[in-house]
């Protein structure tokens, strides 16, 4: 896809704002999206459980994220009334469609984590660049 393809926009006949593709990719790619979406998409989960297996997210950016996951079709929250409240998150249809894509990214990931670390300390090391100071890690 080239960068011109990522910009494009068009607008329906009635006139409502368009998702573009670089707006749905930057949702799906956030750095907490990815995590959620594998874990609801083989059923429901309640918030505690996305908390325990989302290593390192806190509980606003786990509100933060589902909310917006929400928004944009991609999970569905329900409420049971019950005392305390029971909240479940399942994926949609869409977010269920792009598990196998998503799955697909985190087995390359996984596949070439160690070569992508041995680039970065070679890089590193040739332009005299502490390792500590990368901040993706």
């Known amino acids: 896809m080239s960068q011109g393809n990522i ?3 068009h607008e329906p006949a009635d ?3 368009v998702c573009t593709v670089l707006e749905a990719l930057n949702r799906i790619s956030g750095k907490w999206a990815i995590s959620i979406l ?3 998409s083989h059923g429901p989960a309640r918030f505690t459980e ?3 297996a989302v290593p390192g997210i806190s509980r606003r950016m786990l509100t933060l994220t589902l909310r917006n996951l929400e928004r944009d079709g991609l999970i569905v929250r329900t409420v049971y009334a ?3 409240p029971k909240v479940e998150y399942r994926a949609t249809s869409m977010a269920v469609e792009l598990y196998s894509s998503l799955a697909a990214l985190t087995g390359w990931a996984e596949r070439h984590r160690e070569a992508i ?3 970065r300390e070679t890089y590193d090391r040739e332009h005299g660049r502490p390792p500590e100071a990368d901040t993706d890690r």
């Open 15 to 17: 006139g409502r704002p």
């Open 7 to 9: 910009r494009v926009i």
């Open 38 to 40: 594998l874990n609801v």
């Open 50 to 52: 996305l908390e325990r």
């Open 82 to 84: 019950t005392v305390p």
């Open 117 to 119: 670390a041995d680039s």
